[in-house]
């Protein structure tokens, strides 16, 4: 059993920057693949950005520039800094970690970017 806890989520005016963190604990034997993904309202649950193992990251187009995965395998904690946050990157931002092809899921931090 694998437990993804995250934090960092909060109210933020645009232009603003906002650390989210996500910690994995349990069965993990091994240093995942892990990422972030969001949801906002009326849409569909989106990539934000993954990151490897070693390191190779993928970003979505939409926030290539302005947000950056990265990762500390001693402590199986992903981060994502983000910056220059606009309205549009309202959501509710979920930690994923795959292991052996089955996707684990955090409940989720939510990050509302408003004036």
């Known amino acids: 059993q694998v437990q993804l806890v995250e934090s960092g989520g909060n109210l933020v005016q645009p232009g603003g920057s906002l650390r989210l963190s996500c910690t994995a604990s349990?069965?993990?034997?091994?240093?995942?693949?892990m990422g972030w993904y969001r949801q906002a309202p009326g849409k569909q649950r989106e990539l934000v950005a993954t990151i490897s193992s070693g390191g190779r990251t993928n970003y979505a187009e939409s926030v290539k520039g302005r947000f950056t995965i990265s990762r500390d395998n001693a402590k199986y904690t992903v981060y994502l800094q983000m910056t220059s946050l606009k309205p549009e990157d309202t959501a509710l931002y979920y930690c994923n970690l795959n292991l052996f092809g089955m996707d684990y899921w955090g409940k989720g931090t939510l990050v509302t970017v408003s004036s």
């Open positions: 349990g069965s993990i034997y091994t240093i995942p693949a």
